[in-house]
């Protein structure tokens, strides 16, 4: 346990360098075009321009009939696999562990991790093949495989479907499970198979079958979450440049740092923070490519848009409401709370006796928008693994008992594993990324045709 203890502290420290480094080469060799044509894609949602709105909410360039969701469903799809346990308890865990300066290296990974999860979107859609049923299907082992990266492929794959069973499963499982019982005393074991029977019907159809129930949920409950906090930031609004000060005094202060560059790079909020920011949006660790590339856009770099307003949504609006609204009511952490715990008594200086019952609601939702997509994410995984073998059974069985095991037992010791792993996945993503720039950046050429 110590070599996986050391292991995970030497990964998870080179993680926030690696993305500074890599998606610091990008952002050079985009410049900024990716960012504004996001904001003209997302201003297209809301402006009353049909020729925009049409590239994001129906199928562009797409063959009628075909067997994809639209490009704002694929995005809504993989954003309902980022927001989840990681918004609400990772950040309360990053400000206990990291102070209030690794809410801002939670942004500065945001804006790094834009640029990259752009450029692992368009990759994948580039690669992507049909999957036999009138859809595609890819991502970033399937992108790895089709440039003679076999084994990295394989690797990756492997490890994301551990991710999938870890994080996917057991550690949405368990936070379901405590929440629902401390507010309505359900058994741990209800609560996983509550979640259980919720989530199989749903994946068993599919990628477009997610992605129709994400189009659903997912801005159902961000809505939602988004005005619960709000509500809390504003009912403590005197309190809000204090919250602010103490982000960026933590981020900056001397005791951040264990001396010199390096120190400061690898000092405890830096780590914390770009931990449970990658936790949070999944920015240049792989993930994301698998649902995007379901979708019916042709042009890939017009998907990888959609990729930059997922973290922007995820992290930047997200997370910061979360750590503002803890840091409003208590600038100082109380001691004894789980992350839980404290964004509850946060929310019940607003909505009183309500707040846990409110609180469960947005879990459970987060926690299962989540479990599906993962769920998705590791059949593609497995299906990499095992092309010619009918993996579908065998690996839904996996995921059921990685959700009534996490129900029901503590993960204290997953959350290692899980940091391990993602630590993991990221590096050998960031490096196919480094191998495959100018192809990146031949497709980002796009872009300028609009």
């Not at 379901?294 to 750590?323: M, P, W």
Request: aromatic share 10%; with cysteine; hydrophobic share 55%.
């Amino acid at each position: 346990m110590r070599f996986f203890a050391y292991l995970s502290d030497l990964l998870c420290g080179a993680v926030p360098l690696a993305l500074i480094a890599v998606g610091g080469y990008f952002l050079v060799r985009l410049g900024l075009s990716p960012f504004w044509a996001a904001a003209r894609t997302a201003g297209g949602l809301f402006l009353p321009k049909k020729h925009q709105k049409a590239a994001a909410l129906q199928h562009t360039g797409a063959s009628k009939g075909e067997n994809s969701p639209s490009p704002l469903r694929a995005m809504l799809m993989a954003l309902g696999g980022t927001v989840g346990v990681g918004n609400i308890a990772g950040v309360a865990l990053a400000l206990a562990t990291g102070g209030a300066g690794a809410i801002f290296w939670m942004w500065v990974c945001a804006l790094f991790a834009m640029i990259l999860k752009y450029a692992e979107i368009t990759l994948a859609m580039d690669s992507r093949t049909p999957d036999g049923r009138g859809g595609y299907t890819g991502g970033t082992a399937y992108a790895m495989h089709a440039v003679g990266w076999r084994r990295a492929g394989g690797i990756f794959a492997f490890l994301c479907l551990i991710y999938t069973l870890t994080v996917g499963g057991a550690v949405q499982a368990n936070a379901v499970a405590d929440c629902l019982g401390d507010a309505f005393s359900l058994p741990p074991w209800v609560s996983g198979a509550l979640l259980l029977a919720l989530t199989l019907p749903a994946v068993w159809g599919g990628g477009r079958k997610i992605a129709a129930v994400a189009a659903f949920l997912v801005p159902f409950m961000c809505l939602g979450y988004l005005l619960a906090t709000a509500a809390v930031i504003l009912t403590h609004a005197e309190a809000l440049p204090r919250a602010f000060s103490l982000i960026f005094e933590g981020a900056f202060s001397p005791a951040a740092g264990a001396g010199g560059v390096f120190g400061f790079l690898f000092s405890r909020a830096t780590r914390i923070g770009a931990s449970r920011g990658l936790m949070s949006n999944e920015g240049g660790c792989g993930t994301a490519p698998m649902a995007h590339v379901t979708s019916a856009e042709t042009v890939a770099a017009r998907q990888g848009l959609f990729g930059i307003l997922e973290v922007f949504a995820d992290t930047v609006v997200i997370c910061t409401l979360t750590a503002l609204a803890i840091l409003c009511v208590f600038p100082d952490l109380p001691d004894g709370l789980s992350g839980m715990a404290v964004v509850r008594a946060a929310l019940a200086t607003v909505f009183g006796q309500a707040a846990g019952g409110m609180l469960s609601l947005f879990l459970f939702l987060f926690a299962y928008a989540t479990v599906l997509c993962e769920a998705y994410y590791g059949e593609v995984s497995a299906a990499y693994l095992f092309p010619r073998r009918n993996t579908r059974v065998a690996f839904f069985a996996l995921f059921g008992g990685s959700l009534l095991l996490g129900a029901v037992c503590s993960v204290d010791a997953v959350w290692q594993l899980c940091d391990l792993t993602l630590a993991a996945m990221t590096l050998l993503n960031l490096a196919f990324l480094c191998k495959k720039a100018d192809r990146v950046v031949t497709l980002s050429a796009e872009l300028k045709k609009r």
